[in-house]
């Protein structure tokens, strides 16, 4: 995952939460942290970016069984 800014064309790497996971839907929160569905055969999981620490938190399966997980807005 990168963090871009526009106006600078700065573009900086945050790392890998899951290999092997494709991100599936990013949704973020009011505080600007980022949720990330993923994909990966039978492994659907939500990943949360934390701004303030700038480190991810594997969230887990969103439901056990399902193959992605996506953002319902």
């Known amino acids: 995952m990168y963090h871009y800014i526009p106006f600078s064309g700065d573009i900086t790497l945050l790392g890998t939460p899951l290999p ?20 990966k055969e039978h492994e659907g999981s939500v ?18 069984g399902m193959r992605r997980a996506m953002s319902g807005q």
């Open 47 to 64: 990943i949360k970016y934390d701004v303030a620490s700038k480190s991810f938190k594997n969230m887990g399966k969103a439901t056990p």
């Open 20 to 39: 092997g996971h494709q991100f599936w839907s990013i949704t973020t929160d009011d505080s600007g942290n980022v949720y990330i569905g993923t994909h």
